[in-house]
Every structure is written in structure tokens, then in C-alpha cells.
């Protein structure tokens, strides 16, 4: 009898493009049609399909490089808030602008209720982040969702990014430390990981000018940073 492949080897697999699934009938629409990370090769055996997956990342076809950069980490405060801080404060600074902790915390409480707002509030609006919907609903349901954001000790995410960075039009890169990454390093540089709203780097509408970037780390701690 074969063994059945263990989770950690179906990953591997999947992100070496070696995973094989069968299809014993018609293939139907799945999430994965709609990420664009995602890139499939078929090929037919007899009555059914084999499909070849491979597992690709946004940052290989963005302009970040998956490489180890430097930079001066800039600490924010761990209260739940720390994503929504991280990104207010590099926000801020982008402007020339420094924020004292109140205005960080209430900025950063205006983030969360504005993902909120076009998320949970307004059916129309939520039409335009498909991409975030589907994070959220991978792993939990869309009112559970909106029931928790209201708390100011939502951990913002992923999903929150995919929001704000089209929301504020803002680009956005995040890393995770060298000594924190997979292949043992012992650096004390930053890898980037994702990027969200690599469209709006070279600016919007009439006039535009360049975006800066506003880099965050995300630690294994659960816990955001900026990166300067």
C-alpha cells in the first residue's frame, strides 16, 4: 500500500513544481483562477487530466528582489495595533512628518476602521479587494471577520494590507529579518517577503510623482515593525 506523502513534502512539492493532481472529471473554477501567484501546467493520461502546480510569489515579478537589505529598524508599540502603527508611522515619515504616541495610536485606529468600512460596511466597495476577501475567508467566515476588526486589538495582516495599499494608494514592502529566514542566516539584514501596491511606486492620476515605499518587518513574534 503507498504511503500517503506527509504536509511538509506535498509543500515542497507544490513550490518545486513537481505536485501532480488528478482530475477525474471536468476541472471547475476554483480560487486559485483567480491568483495570479499561482501557475498551473497541464498535461492529459488516458480519461482524465494531470495538473503540474507550482507555487510562484508577487515578489518575483515585482521590483523588490529577494535579497538581504539593510535598514534601521524603527520599534512600534506591541498592542494589537502594531501593523496599523508600523504602516501610519512610515506613512508619516514619508511626508517629513513625526507622530507622538496618541496620534499614532489614533491614526492607526483610523486604518483599521477604514479597512472595516469598505470591507464590512460597504458591499460595493468590498467588490474592489477580491483579493483580501479571499485571505479572510480561508480562515474564517466573512461576519466573524467583521465582528472582530472592531477591536482595537485586531491584529492587522495581510488581508489588511491587500486594503490599504489600494486604499491609500500606497506601496508597500514587507520583510522578515535574515536570521529569521529558512536557509539558517545569521545576518542581521531584512529579506523582502510580499509587496502590495507595487503600481502606485511611480504615482496616480494627473501630475503624479514617485510613491516612496514604506517598508514594515514582520518578526516571529507576531509583531510588526518599520523599517527606515
Not at 509543500?11 to 477525474?24: I, T, Y
Not at 513625526?98 to 489614533?106: T, V
Request: hydrophobic share 35%; glycine share 8%.
Amino acid at each position: 500500500m503507498e504511503l500517503k506523502p506527509s504536509n511538509s513534502k506535498i509543500l515542497e512539492q507544490l513550490r518545486n513544481g513537481f505536485a501532480k493532481f488528478e482530475l477525474v472529471s471536468t476541472p471547475t473554477a476554483s480560487i486559485s483562477d483567480s491568483i495570479s501567484s499561482t501557475s498551473f501546467l497541464s498535461a492529459t493520461q488516458g480519461n482524465s487530466s494531470l495538473f503540474f502546480a507550482k507555487i510562484g510569489s508577487s515578489m518575483n515579478r515585482s521590483p523588490a528582489a529577494k535579497k538581504v537589505e539593510q535598514y534601521a529598524v524603527d520599534r512600534v508599540t506591541g498592542d494589537g495595533r502594531c501593523m496599523f502603527r508600523a504602516l501610519v508611522k512610515g506613512m508619516a515619515f514619508n511626508k517629513g512628518l513625526a507622530l507622538n504616541p496618541r496620534k499614532e495610536r489614533d491614526d492607526a485606529d483610523e486604518l483599521r476602521m477604514a479597512v472595516k468600512e469598505v470591507i464590512c460596511n460597504d458591499s460595493k466597495e468590498r467588490e474592489k479587494y477580491k483579493e483580501a476577501i479571499i485571505a479572510i475567508t480561508v480562515d474564517e467566515s466573512l461576519k466573524r471577520y467583521c465582528q472582530r476588526i472592531g477591536r482595537h486589538d485586531f491584529w492587522g495582516g495581510e488581508s489588511e494590507l491587500l486594503v490599504l495599499s489600494k486604499l491609500c494608494k500606497q506601496p508597500i514592502i514587507v520583510y522578515i529579518p535574515e536570521h529569521e529566514h529558512g536557509r539558517g542566516g545569521f545576518g542581521s539584514g531584512f529579506i523582502p517577503i510580499a509587496e502590495y501596491g507595487a503600481e502606485f511606486r511611480r504615482g496616480w492620476g494627473k501630475g503624479k510623482t514617485n510613491k516612496n515605499v514604506v517598508r514594515l518587518v514582520y518578526s516571529g513574534r507576531n509583531h510588526y515593525d518599520l523599517l527606515r
